[in-house]
């Protein structure tokens, strides 16, 4: 039964995907990149609610509970963070790209710098960003089909599916595709925490209540933040969720993900209700706990199959089923949206910027069109090769992004920006964090890596900006951007 939901739901994906080629104007690149500036408060809101429910959620927030206890609380508020920031900037980005015809965050980068080299630069650091981010997606929906079909679908064969659903739909239909697959996988995923979340924890327990005084009781000091791990302190937990809230829109596929809207007050509006989307997430958090009790002893990375594992254990089939048509969902819609927005980086802001500017919006989309069997490619080979190849390299991507904070938000609101000053902080930053993770240095004088170096580039570029002479610029130039 399981296996039957699990292939009918993927199946059911695909064919809406390709069934939404209808919506994307053939040889519009603006439509198949963010689906014409024409998505409402629905498709919108699913699209921005992406980061919230996907596979490192799913079973990222259930391990954190079980190997560290209360410090993986953070995964259930930054997100809330991250909305409140948005409701002060995000309208004034869509506004930035809208007057200027913006498709990309490079884009961004390239106008408001005034440099397509800029540009390109940040399009090839934004795709060496989401690569690592396909892969552990792709990781991820390998698991979730492989425990829940207990092997009838191996992981590599699973990996295999969600490449040609992803790579078929938005080689066809783009953004389209991916916001109303988003549709049906939202549905599923919080069928799927409701399920397991509420399930799980009463049938071992009986309430909630009594797993956080078991675990408090088997388990003394796990429930605080200056417990079992010592690093995790409430500085770390506070300077976490500052640097991870900042860095939720930083991602170059959460940028084209505020670019599809169609209005402002779209942007807006989804920026007050979108908190309250996040409520659920306590829920597999919830699940975590339960599992370090009735299944102890799991170490390392393979705790984050505890979620998984209880429910194969717990539910009957075709529970079993819909958890695992949502987690797959989960992993498919973020990789569709990585792997359009680094195709689309790539043959727009670095093939056409910085090789054949007189390319047209037709060449571009083909390229584009390919890039996302080569990105998809690159990914699945080096998932199922090399899964653990790109560890480090995630860890700088999810940290690296907040460096590119002070050229977004500075650059949105101050004219006086200095474009060296920026440059050179942004490099700075990057290069801690790359330290940081080669050295296995991810806290610095009890700070989160990324939020202490994120401080220090923004120090840069503050100074660089208030002593560098500043730059004249055109009217049109810095259009719509705040004195």
């Given amino acids: 039964m399981a296996v039957a939901i699990i292939v009918i739901t993927l199946a059911l994906a695909g064919l809406i995907g390709i069934m939404s080629r209808r919506r994307a ?267 370090l009790l009735a299944i102890p002893g799991i170490q390392g990375p393979a705790s984050n199959g505890v979620l998984l594992n209880l429910t194969v254990q717990t539910l009957p089939s075709w529970l079993v089923g819909i958890v695992g048509a949502g987690g797959a969902l989960a992993a498919i819609v973020p990789v569709s949206l990585l792997v359009l927005q680094s195709a689309t980086q790539l043959s727009k802001n670095v093939f056409r910027d910085a090789f054949a500017p007189n390319a047209s919006d037709h060449t571009v989309l083909r390229i584009s069109r390919v890039m996302v069997l080569v990105v998809m490619g690159v990914s699945l080979g080096i998932a199922l090769s090399a899964p653990t190849l790109l560890v480090n390299l995630l860890q700088i991507g999810q940290t690296g992004v907040t460096q590119f904070v002070p050229a977004v938000l500075l650059g949105l609101f101050w004219k006086r920006l200095n474009t060296t000053a920026t440059i050179v902080g942004a490099a700075v930053g990057l290069g801690l964090v790359a330290w940081s993770v080669l050295s296995v240095t991810p806290i610095v004088l009890g700070l989160n890596i990324g939020f202490a170096a994120l401080a220090v580039n923004l120090t840069i570029t503050v100074v660089g900006s208030l002593v560098l002479p500043a730059r004249a610029a055109t009217p049109a130039h810095l259009e719509g951007v705040a004195a």
Wanted: hydrophobic share 55%; proline share 4%.
């Fill in 25 to 291: 104007v053939a040889g519009d690149l603006t439509s198949w990149s963010i689906g014409g500036r024409s998505f409402g408060t629905v498709l919108f809101w699913v699209l921005a609610a992406g980061e919230i429910y996907s596979t490192a959620t799913f079973l990222g927030a259930s391990g954190g509970a079980y190997s560290i206890g209360a410090a993986a609380m953070w995964t259930t508020a930054y997100g809330t963070i991250a909305m409140c920031l948005g409701y002060l900037y995000l309208p004034r980005l869509w506004r930035y790209a809208s007057n200027h015809g913006l498709m990309t965050q490079a884009d961004y980068f390239a106008h408001r710098f005034g440099s397509r080299w800029i540009g390109a630069a940040f399009g090839v650091v934004g795709v060496a960003f989401m690569i690592p981010y396909i892969e552990i997606q792709l990781l991820g929906f390998g698991q979730i089909i492989e425990v829940t079909t207990k092997g009838a679908l191996p992981r590599e064969t699973s990996m295999l599916v969600a490449f040609a659903v992803v790579a078929v739909f938005v080689f066809l239909s783009g953004m389209h595709a991916t916001a109303l697959v988003s549709i049906l996988k939202d549905i599923l995923m919080v069928a799927a925490i409701v399920i397991v979340g509420v399930w799980i924890p009463i049938h071992y327990f009986g309430s909630y209540a009594h797993v956080v005084d078991k675990v408090q009781q088997t388990h003394p000091g796990l429930l605080s933040l200056t417990g079992l791990t010592p690093q995790h302190t409430p500085l770390w937990m506070m300077t976490t969720l500052i640097g991870s809230g900042l860095a939720f829109f930083m991602f170059p596929h959460s940028t084209a993900a505020i670019f599809s809207a169609k209005s402002e007050k779209t942007v807006r509006r989804n920026m007050v209700f979108l908190p309250f989307y996040g409520v659920l997430l306590f829920l597999p958090v919830m699940v975590g706990l339960t599992a």
